[in-house]
């Protein structure tokens, strides 16, 4: 009996873990990857049937089912010093290189079925910017994000090296910051225009 018992633990653990494992994204290396930043935001602008209107067109937002937005495990609040608020420090340092994001780029306006199909129409754009603590190489935190219409891809941009500032000089958490880009970025947008912190 202690014998069955024993076999019966053993699997149990075998299929909590298999299913755990192929139920996670994985990376290029192919080991799992964290999916997003906060469950609770992932939940509420995703899951939710009563998720909030965004304040911008659809057509700026990454679609959140598809691309959920990736953190990068080594960079966390403790270590900003160090890392993205450290002028020392540089996105070139972990950005991946255009033969990957630019093959991925061409899959995803496939796999997407975007109209315009021009891939110098899109920049490969990570969702949590690298500048923010995101990460560099998993597919779920990059998205062809269209130049045009505007706002776009570079009011975007904007929004990244604001809320970098903002994290940088203590005005927000990092994880804040992040909420806010897979949230509603355009609404901190606004913001910017407005001469206004994003927090």
Known sequence: MKQFLAIVIVVAIFV?????????????????????????VYDHFVLSPNAPKRSGPAAIYPDLMRNPGAINPDINQDNIGDTICNPNWST????????YTGKLKRQQIQDSGLADTEPRDYEEDHIIPLEL???PSDPNNLWPEPYDPKPGARQKDRVENQLHREVCVGDISLERAQSIIVQDWYACYVNIENRELCK
């Open 16 to 40: 909590v873990a298999a299913s755990i494992w192929f139920r996670s994204p994985k990376s290029e290396e192919g080991g799992p990857v964290q999916k997003t930043l906060n469950r609770d």
């Open 92 to 99: 070139k340092s972990i950005r991946p290189p255009t033969s």
């Open 133 to 135: 603590g995101g990460h």
